[in-house]
């Protein structure tokens, strides 16, 4: 609704098909600075680390059945001869997803004398999580003259969580069993979240020079609780009969508090026609504390005795200034972008733990000096034309909850400890762009690439006894080993005769990780490779409103090798093959259809294959001049084949999931897109 230069919008939506909330065309109906999807829309920042506690972040990833509930309310207005203007909007919402999953994952070792192990994990889990979310947020302009502009932001979050899980799972050596486990995990946690930002900048005289300031802040709570059961049996590998049982029923808290404030100052100067020099300089304030504690029962569901080793308290500050200086050449068709930013990290930890009910404490200081260099060269060789070249060079710290020597054992199979000593680990990223398009021909070339690899990086120490299949994980340095990752591709096509378009994707993309790993002795270092290497051909044509039909299909191929175990992979074939078309009939009348066939062969890691072959369909009828009113009777997964699939590696296994996940269900639609503005004239979809 309008009125003047006010405008008020309201939705709602209801749904249990994956839709979430409202889709990028309606929300820019709305008005809405942001998409109004259930989720944060912003930055989550808990410096102390990640809670594990909150295990559901809230959105739905294609895994489970939702049910999404969503509204919210905007407003606008421009005044002061449009000098000022605000946008406010209020958003509420819950989701709940309940589901199924099965993993298969493969650790394979070779012991002292070359003989192979193979450890296997299966996992059956039912879940529950629900989250309920409230988010309010509003922006402020002010164009205070020709040259100058101010921007104020601020938005607020409350989210309630509620996260059940139900766990059996088995771990077998060589074909015998080593132990089963039956846990369930509960956690409620409440978050509040604000963050306020202002932007000022100012254009002088001068052409291209310019001064900005930008502050931010902003305040992060969570409150959580939970419970954890686990019954653990191990049993004798060489008789399968139980050695002993371990149950852990646990009740644990998580306070976690953290407070940021970050300030920037950029100036641009023109040095010439074609150069120019942009400086900033920064500085940031983060605070946070994180209180974790584990209880155990001293009487029937009484939690209150105090597990020092699973517990701590700790406080957090950090300090860092950073400043940058970036150059900028623009000559002709060619720009070039180059400089770096050097920051001066200070962090200082403040540690509380309480030891046979004695609080002990201790100070763990930081100090780190961040180098971040960048070069982006761009070359714009015609209208429809150009090329990319960039580069960027981070240094990343470790975590705290890499850092914090506190064991987490939300999987009590799966112990994971920090280590105080990491160093930090520095990233190079290279990354290539092409593309060229001829108008008269359609034709289209694009191809890219992209490398980047890691020195001193931060890898992952499993510590596995094989005779009860326990782990614990640990962190560090890798000095000499460079893990690494590339991709590439060539998207290319034209137009041939009568319309018809041909073109072929080729695309390859691969890891190198690392990482120690030690079965009953010393640890080894581990270096495990994965690359996809895929094709695909496609045939479209489009007349409009008579009939459309775009088809493609390819080949894949995917390869996993450990470097511990060379006698083990992970290579596959597979095809994958997906199309859609629709044809105008008379009566206003439009049929479309569309599929997507995928089949992964079966591996020397995994012994069965998976196809699925997932067909939509729908028919419209749509109504008056404008067509502004539609039926839509819609199927989708016709053949009922939907099926949750994914495989993955990294440097410690090989995994295999299958879940639950929408399938076939029909939908009937009535859509009426109406518009009183521009006298009566019916809105387009």
Do not use: C
């Not at 969570?222 to 009969?241: C, D, H, R, V």
């Amino acid at each position: 609704m309008f009125k003047g230069k006010k405008k008020f919008s309201a939705y709602g939506t209801l749904s249990n098909t994956g839709k979430t909330g409202l889709g990028w065309e309606d929300n820019n109906k709305l008005g809405t600075q942001e998409g109004m999807s259930f989720g944060d829309n912003g930055e989550i920042f808990i410096t102390s680390g990640g809670d594990d506690l909150d295990s559901f972040d809230g959105r739905y990833n294609g895994q489970g059945i939702p049910i999404a509930r969503t509204g919210g309310v905007h407003y606008d207005s421009k005044w002061n001869s449009d000098k000022e203007s605000i946008n406010a909007n209020y958003k509420i919402g819950s989701l709940t997803v309940d589901g199924t999953r099965s993993s298969l994952s493969r650790n394979t070792f070779t012991d002292q004398n070359g003989n192979p192990i193979i450890i296997d994990n299966q996992d059956d889990q039912t879940s529950h999580n629900y989250m309920f979310r409230q988010k309010a947020d509003a922006l402020y302009q002010l164009k205070i003259d020709s040259t100058s502009n101010l921007k104020l932001t601020i938005d607020g979050t409350l989210k309630n969580s509620d996260t059940r899980s139900t766990d059996l799972s088995s771990s077998y050596k060589n074909g015998n069993i080593v132990n089963n486990q039956d846990k369930k995990l509960n956690n409620q946690l409440d978050g509040k979240i604000f963050n306020a930002t202002a932007f000022y900048n100012k254009k002088f005289k001068k052409t291209g020079r310019t001064f900005s300031v930008n502050l931010s802040g902003g305040i992060n709570q969570s409150n959580a609780q939970g419970n954890l059961y686990s019954n653990i049996n191990y049993y004798n590998e060489n008789t399968s009969t139980t050695d002993s049982v371990k149950l852990i029923d646990q009740r644990r808290t998580n306070d976690l508090k953290s407070s940021k404030f970050l300030t920037n100052v950029t100036y641009t100067e023109p040095l010439s026609k074609a150069l120019s020099l942009v400086l900033n300089y920064g500085i940031s304030i983060n605070n946070s504390d994180a209180d974790r504690k584990s209880f155990s029962q001293s009487a029937p569901q009484d939690y209150n005795v105090l597990i020092d080793s699973l517990s701590s308290d700790y406080k957090f500050n950090q300090l860092s200034n950073q400043i940058g200086a970036m150059f900028n050449l623009i000559k002709g068709k060619h720009t070039l972008n180059f400089g770096a930013r050097v920051a001066d990290v200070r962090f200082k930890q403040v540690a509380t733990l309480t030891m046979g009910g004695s609080p002990i404490d201790s100070v763990f200081k930081r100090k780190f000096t961040n180098w971040n260099p960048q070069l982006t060269y761009m070359w714009k060789f015609s209208a429809q034309g150009s090329f990319r070249f960039n580069y960027s060079g981070t240094q990343t710290q470790p975590t705290i909850d890499q850092l914090q020597p506190v064991r987490i054992n939300t999987e009590p199979l799966n112990i994971v400890l920090g280590n105080p000593n990491l160093d930090p680990s520095f990233n190079h990223r290279f990354n290539l762009n092409y593309f060229s398009y001829k108008v008269l021909s359609d034709q289209y070339i694009s191809a890219y690439g992209g490398f980047n690899f890691t020195t001193n990086p931060i890898v992952n120490f499993i510590n596995t006894t094989s005779a009860t299949n326990k782990s614990v994980t640990t962190y560090e340095n890798l000095p000499g080993k460079t893990p690494l990752n590339f991709y590439s591709g060539i998207y290319m096509g034209r137009k041939v005769f009568a319309g018809i378009s041909i073109g072929a994707d080729l695309s390859a993309n691969g890891n190198i990780y690392y990482g120690y790993k030690a079965l009953d002795g010393p640890k080894q270092l581990n270096r495990t490779t994965a690359n996809t290497y895929s094709a695909r051909f496609r045939l479209n044509k489009y007349v409009q409103k008579k009939f459309y039909f775009d088809i493609g299909a390819g080949p894949t191929y995917n390869t996993g090798q450990s470097s511990l175990s060379p006698q083990f992979n992970n290579n596959g074939y597979g095809f994958g093959a997906n199309g859609r078309a629709s044809v105008n009939l008379p009566g206003k009348i439009v049929l479309a259809t569309d599929g997507d066939y995928t089949y992964q062969a079966a591996t020397q890691s995994f012994g069965k294959e998976f196809r699925q072959f997932i067909w939509n369909a729908n028919i419209t009828k749509s109504f008056f001049k404008g067509e502004n009113l539609k039926l839509v009777l819609s199927g989708n997964d016709l053949l009922n084949q939907n099926q949750g699939f994914s495989r993955t590696s990294d440097n410690a296994s090989y995994s295999e999931t299958r879940y639950t996940t929408i399938k076939r269900y029909f939908l009937f639609s009535v859509i009426w897109d109406f518009n009183k503005m521009g006298g009566g004239a019916p809105a387009k979809k």
